[in-house]
Protein backbone atom coordinates (compact mmCIF):
# COMPACT_ATOMS: atom_id res chain seq x y z
CA UNK A 1 0.00 0.00 0.00
CA UNK A 2 1.39 3.35 -0.80
CA UNK A 3 0.38 6.65 0.85
CA UNK A 4 0.81 9.70 -0.70
CA UNK A 5 -0.01 13.16 1.61
CA UNK A 6 -0.37 16.65 0.44
CA UNK A 7 -2.29 19.92 1.43
CA UNK A 8 -4.42 23.11 -0.41
CA UNK A 9 -6.20 25.93 1.18
CA UNK A 10 -10.28 26.13 2.14
CA UNK A 11 -12.51 28.65 1.26
CA UNK A 12 -11.94 29.27 4.50
CA UNK A 13 -8.40 29.75 4.21
CA UNK A 14 -7.67 26.61 6.32
CA UNK A 15 -5.30 23.42 5.11
CA UNK A 16 -6.76 20.73 4.19
CA UNK A 17 -5.20 18.03 4.94
CA UNK A 18 -5.49 15.30 1.44
CA UNK A 19 -4.35 11.42 1.69
CA UNK A 20 -4.14 9.33 -1.42
CA UNK A 21 -3.91 5.48 -0.83
CA UNK A 22 -3.06 2.56 -3.42
CA UNK A 23 -4.62 -0.86 -3.22
CA UNK A 24 -3.32 -3.01 -6.15
CA UNK A 25 -4.61 -0.39 -8.60
CA UNK A 26 -7.40 0.99 -6.98
CA UNK A 27 -6.96 4.48 -4.98
CA UNK A 28 -9.13 5.69 -2.46
CA UNK A 29 -8.69 9.68 -1.61
CA UNK A 30 -9.49 11.12 2.32
CA UNK A 31 -9.44 14.74 3.42
CA UNK A 32 -9.99 16.25 6.42
CA UNK A 33 -9.23 20.45 7.94
CA UNK A 34 -6.51 20.78 9.99
CA UNK A 35 -7.57 21.67 12.93
CA UNK A 36 -11.29 22.19 12.69
CA UNK A 37 -11.63 18.44 11.86
CA UNK A 38 -10.71 15.32 13.44
CA UNK A 39 -11.81 12.89 11.36
CA UNK A 40 -10.87 11.86 7.58
CA UNK A 41 -13.71 12.02 5.42
CA UNK A 42 -13.78 9.58 2.40
CA UNK A 43 -14.61 10.61 -1.33
CA UNK A 44 -15.95 8.28 -3.68
CA UNK A 45 -15.93 10.79 -6.34
CA UNK A 46 -13.05 13.33 -7.07
CA UNK A 47 -13.40 17.11 -7.69
CA UNK A 48 -11.55 17.87 -11.23
CA UNK A 49 -9.09 20.73 -9.37
CA UNK A 50 -7.82 18.08 -6.94
CA UNK A 51 -7.15 15.37 -9.25
CA UNK A 52 -5.10 17.78 -11.21
CA UNK A 53 -3.92 19.01 -7.94
CA UNK A 54 -2.75 15.12 -6.75
CA UNK A 55 -1.54 14.30 -10.54
CA UNK A 56 1.08 17.41 -10.06
CA UNK A 57 2.36 15.60 -6.61
CA UNK A 58 2.44 12.13 -7.95
CA UNK A 59 4.52 13.70 -11.28
CA UNK A 60 6.75 15.53 -8.57
CA UNK A 61 7.76 12.09 -6.73
CA UNK A 62 7.61 10.08 -10.13
CA UNK A 63 10.64 12.97 -11.33
CA UNK A 64 12.25 12.01 -8.19
CA UNK A 65 12.01 8.33 -8.87
CA UNK A 66 9.63 7.44 -6.10
CA UNK A 67 6.10 6.27 -7.86
CA UNK A 68 6.34 4.62 -11.46
CA UNK A 69 4.81 6.10 -14.28
CA UNK A 70 1.93 4.38 -14.83
CA UNK A 71 0.69 5.32 -11.34
CA UNK A 72 0.89 9.23 -12.85
CA UNK A 73 -1.08 7.35 -15.98
CA UNK A 74 -3.72 5.89 -13.74
CA UNK A 75 -4.42 9.50 -12.53
CA UNK A 76 -4.53 10.97 -15.98
CA UNK A 77 -7.12 8.08 -17.11
CA UNK A 78 -9.46 9.48 -13.78
CA UNK A 79 -9.16 13.44 -14.88
CA UNK A 80 -10.31 11.83 -18.49
CA UNK A 81 -12.82 9.94 -17.50
CA UNK A 82 -14.00 13.49 -15.62
CA UNK A 83 -13.67 15.71 -18.02
CA UNK A 84 -15.20 14.01 -20.42
CA UNK A 85 -18.02 11.26 -19.38
CA UNK A 86 -18.57 8.58 -20.93
CA UNK A 87 -21.89 8.58 -23.11
CA UNK A 88 -24.70 6.66 -23.13
CA UNK A 89 -26.07 4.80 -25.77
CA UNK A 90 -29.16 3.07 -25.93
Do not use: C
Request: hydrophobic share 30%; charged share 40%.
Amino acid sequence: MKIHDWRTRSETEENRLWRATKHGSRWEFMSRLQHSEEGWTNHEEMDIDELKTFREVLFNKYQRRRIPWEDVLKIDNMIEEVEIPPTKTD
